[in-house]
């Protein structure tokens, strides 16, 4: 059955409504979550409010085991399902770029269009700041394409990496995150803010 | 009790259960049994002896002729430029490349019309396109193109225009009979021969 569109199950069109809807719903849970507030996402840095750990871990988690059920129910064919390919120099780079920006502004891009939606005049700078790193990249392109393009790994899963079954590796994952859950919630006791 | 702790012990058992279990493996097929059923009443997806013997003579770089009986069949003759993947292994990842893909014709072809049809259905119902199968399989490619047999004098005219290829086919092929080689060792000289016979009628047409 499953993915709806690979499978041609729905219309590009529809793919994109349905987007839409799923877009206004993640944009509702970040305001929901309080994540349009630079201090408590910039938290999770000091260790004061750990929530963004929180809920996109569990968010992560939750579609993990729906994707691994829906495949073992035969609803989902998880070969047809997008994997990001890895350039790795690439993914630590920006890794290192987005986790800078991050600190600095205290908004991640997602969460940074949901505090300006709100009103948020720091969100706002934070989007044109956005847009002048994509217009340096894109106009810089020809320049860093040979670092960009780096270490290409394929599309590697992490089990396979590791060499169990995915389901194991679901596990072990779920276990990590309730263990990160958990010195979160101590570094919040161990590092308080009266007000942010 | 903590609804954290309700929800954390759910989403544990969740992954217990999801590590437990084996991975689903099956490739999921793509047409319904109607669809499929459709496709098979259409015929649609043979390929006449002539249609593949033209295109090996003209040496179309869109066909790909692909064997599915087994290696040794396949060593003692292939058509020219076939590949051999045997219908036993159809389904492994290696040639998934060849099998699902836009860009050429896949012509499976077995002794019969069996084998081959079974691959096609296989390949089908994964959704991939362009595969198709050599209508009649080897023994009707043996029995037109190899050895052609010289139509009734008074089949109508495309039976001998279909001859005079399948002779051309089978020179070009290496497929000629002893009586074909015993008559005429250059093909030049085939044409005329065919010629004649259709004069001839023509003749008794009118």
Same mark, same amino acid.
């Given at each position: 059955?499953?993915?709806?569109?690979?499978?041609?199950?729905?219309?590009?069109?529809?793919?994109?409504? &349905?987007?839409?809807?799923?877009?206004? @719903?993640?944009?509702?849970? &970040?305001?929901?979550?309080?994540?349009?507030?630079?201090?408590?996402? +910039?938290?999770?840095?000091?260790?004061?409010?750990?929530?963004?750990?929180?809920?996109?871990?569990?968010?992560?988690?939750?579609?993990?085991?729906?994707?691994?059920?829906?495949?073992?129910?035969?609803?989902? /064919?998880?070969?047809?399902?997008?994997?990001?390919?890895?350039?790795?120099?690439?993914?630590?780079? =920006?890794?290192?770029?987005?986790?800078?920006?991050?600190?600095?502004? =205290?908004?991640?891009?997602?969460?940074?269009?949901?505090? %300006?939606?709100?009103?948020?005049?720091?969100?706002?700078?934070?989007?044109? @700041?956005?847009?002048?790193?994509?217009?340096?990249?894109?106009?810089?392109?020809?320049?860093?394409?040979?670092?960009?393009?780096?270490?290409?790994?394929?599309?590697?899963?992490?089990?396979?990496?590791?060499?169990?079954?995915?389901?194991?590796?679901?596990?072990?994952?779920?276990?990590?995150?309730?263990?990160?859950?958990?010195?979160?919630?101590?570094?919040?006791? %161990?590092?308080?803010?009266?007000?942010? | 009790?903590?609804?954290?702790?309700?929800?954390?012990?759910?989403?544990?058992?969740?992954?217990?259960?999801? +590590?437990?279990?084996?991975?689903? *493996?099956?490739?999921?097929?793509?047409?319904? +049994?109607?669809?499929?059923?459709?496709?098979?009443?259409?015929?649609?997806?043979?390929?006449?002896? /002539?249609?593949? +013997?033209?295109?090996?003579?003209?040496?179309?770089?869109?066909?790909?002729?692909?064997?599915?009986?087994?290696? /040794?069949?396949?060593?003692?003759?292939?058509?020219?430029?076939?590949?051999?993947?045997?219908?036993?292994?159809?389904?492994?990842?290696?040639?998934?490349?060849?099998?699902?893909?836009?860009?050429?014709?896949?012509?499976?072809?077995?002794?019969?019309? &069996?084998?081959?049809?079974?691959?096609?259905?296989?390949?089908?119902? &994964?959704?991939?396109?362009?595969?198709?199968?050599?209508?009649?399989?080897?023994?009707?490619?043996?029995? *037109?193109?190899?050895?052609?047999?010289?139509?009734?004098?008074?089949?109508?005219?495309?039976?001998? %225009?279909?001859? /005079?290829?399948?002779?051309?086919?089978?020179?070009?092929?290496? @497929?000629?009979?002893?009586?074909? *080689?015993?008559?005429?060792?250059?093909?030049?000289?085939?044409?005329?021969?065919?010629?004649?016979?259709?004069?001839?009628?023509?003749?008794?047409?009118?």
């Amino acid at each position: 059955m499953g993915p709806l569109l690979p499978n041609e199950l729905i219309s590009n069109n529809t793919n994109f409504l &349905l987007a839409f809807i799923i877009g206004i @719903g993640f944009g509702f849970v &970040l305001e929901a979550s309080g994540f349009s507030s630079s201090r408590k996402l +910039a938290g999770v840095f000091y260790g004061y409010d750990t929530v963004v750990l929180k809920v996109f871990f569990t968010g992560a988690i939750v579609a993990m085991l729906g994707m691994l059920f829906f495949s073992l129910f035969g609803w989902m /064919d998880l070969n047809l399902v997008y994997i990001n390919p890895t350039f790795l120099t690439s993914v630590i780079l =920006g890794g290192v770029i987005m986790g800078a920006g991050f600190i600095m502004g =205290g908004f991640c891009p997602g969460t940074s269009v949901c505090a %300006a939606a709100i009103g948020k005049i720091d969100a706002m700078f934070f989007i044109i @700041g956005l847009f002048i790193g994509i217009f340096i990249f894109t106009e810089g392109y020809p320049i860093w394409e040979h670092i960009y393009k780096a270490k290409f790994l394929g599309f590697p899963k992490l089990n396979e990496l590791i060499g169990i079954s995915q389901g194991f590796f679901a596990l072990l994952l779920i276990i990590a995150a309730f263990a990160m859950f958990w010195l979160g919630e101590k570094a919040e006791k %161990a590092f308080p803010r009266e007000e942010y | 009790m903590n609804p954290r702790l309700i929800l954390a012990a759910f989403i544990i058992t969740l992954g217990l259960i999801i +590590a437990a279990v084996p991975e689903n *493996t099956t490739k999921q097929y793509k047409l319904t +049994a109607n669809q499929l059923l459709d496709e098979i009443k259409s015929d649609m997806q043979f390929i006449s002896t /002539d249609e593949v +013997a033209d295109m090996i003579i003209n040496k179309d770089p869109s066909i790909q002729l692909i064997d599915v009986r087994s290696p /040794d069949q396949f060593e003692k003759f292939s058509l020219p430029n076939a590949i051999n993947i045997p219908l036993v292994s159809i389904l492994s990842d290696e040639w998934t490349d060849v099998l699902d893909q836009d860009v050429k014709m896949n012509i499976f072809y077995s002794n019969g019309t &069996l084998d081959a049809n079974e691959a096609w259905m296989i390949t089908r119902q &994964l959704g991939y396109e362009n595969n198709y199968v050599l209508q009649g399989g080897l023994n009707y490619w043996a029995e *037109t193109i190899m050895n052609p047999k010289a139509p009734k004098s008074t089949s109508p005219d495309d039976e001998f %225009a279909k001859y /005079d290829f399948r002779k051309g086919a089978s020179a070009a092929l290496g @497929g000629a009979t002893v009586s074909n *080689t015993g008559n005429t060792s250059k093909k030049s000289t085939k044409p005329k021969i065919k010629r004649k016979k259709k004069k001839k009628r023509a003749a008794g047409g009118c």
